[in-house]
């Protein structure tokens, strides 16, 4: 079961210190550099990395690599490896896997007997946002640890004007009068939502990922930090995207406080967000943003300026 901590950290820590610490644990979280922040914070407390570090002779990195971003059997077996040899230093060892949802079955099912049963004073700390893409099987084994944060976007100013615009644009198109009397600039609105959010987008993950590839090992190879990148980009995208959902929510609450609009906004509301997971799973099979935004808002005009 997840354990649901104000400090996770710091709970665990004081766990190591008391010699009860659990051997695998499944840090869970919506962000995947907070949840991995949480994870290296509690690797460097055990191992005695200082802050500034990331290198440790008894620490060891398993990470996606490649276009398909993966986790090979092949990595995971030379972690076993590393895993299976005596300490450098005498003391804990501990394995980082990060994005574990990235694993192949025959990767995950080759890592299980470690999981199960590691070696004397070793510890596996697995990192995900998708747990439910892991085989049940890991998850089940290890103590998990679900991790609060307030995402980035809530932080961004520019997002909180973008949101601002977005849900005028919205009660623009519910405003039937002032909608028979100018049909076009809502739909350049509509493109002008989308450039705006891509923008915002492009930064924040831009930011995001400078900031996370300054802080990695200088081990990683160009492939692992594709695949990091990637990771990172898709991460900030999902976030802003249930952001939206959840504002186009609200929005709709907002304005079906007239009883007389409830059920006919409720199935437009039903209808807009069916429209945003659609294009939200285009972008998982490589639509590119802007076309799938684009298609969102100008379906979201129709849905909202109907009858």
């Not at 976030?239 to 437009?268: H, P, Y």
Request: proline share 4%; with cysteine.
């Amino acid at each position: 079961m997840p354990q649901d901590l104000s400090n996770p950290t710091e709970c665990l820590k004081a766990q190591f210190a008391a010699g009860s610490l659990h051997h695998g644990l499944l840090f869970l979280g919506q962000r995947l550099p907070s949840v991995e922040r949480q994870a290296m914070e509690l690797t460097r407390s055990i191992l005695g990395i200082p802050q500034e570090q990331n290198l440790h002779p008894d620490l060891f990195h398993l990470r996606p690599s490649g276009k398909a971003r993966i986790i090979t059997v092949e990595k995971t077996r030379e972690l076993i490896g590393e895993l299976n040899r005596s300490s450098n230093q005498g003391g804990a060892k501990i394995a980082l896997i990060h994005e574990a949802d990235r694993m192949r079955k025959e990767a995950a099912n080759a890592f299980l007997k470690t999981l199960e049963e590691p070696p004397g004073d070793t510890y596996v700390f697995l990192m995900t946002t998708r747990p439910y893409s892991m085989l049940p099987t890991i998850r089940s084994r290890c103590l998990q640890v679900r991790l609060k944060g307030e995402p980035d976007s809530e932080k961004c100013e520019e997002w909180q004007e973008w949101l601002k615009t977005y849900e005028g644009w919205i009660h623009g198109l519910l405003d039937r009068e002032s909608l028979k009397k100018d049909r076009v600039s809502p739909v350049f609105a509509a493109y002008g939502l989308t450039a705006g959010l891509l923008k915002i987008i492009r930064e924040q993950a831009d930011q995001q990922c400078e900031k996370v590839l300054r802080e990695l090992p200088q081990i990683l190879d160009d492939k692992e930090k594709d695949a990091l990148e990637t990771g990172i980009r898709k991460g900030v995208r999902s976030d802003f995207l249930r952001q939206l959902s959840q504002k186009t929510r609200s929005i709709a609450l907002e304005v079906s406080k007239n009883l007389e609009t409830v059920g006919r906004n409720a199935i437009k509301l039903a209808k807009v967000l069916t429209s945003l997971e659609k294009n939200t799973g285009l972008l998982e099979v490589n639509l590119k943003d802007e076309a799938a935004l684009e298609n969102f808002y100008l379906s979201s005009l129709r849905i909202w300026s109907s009858k």
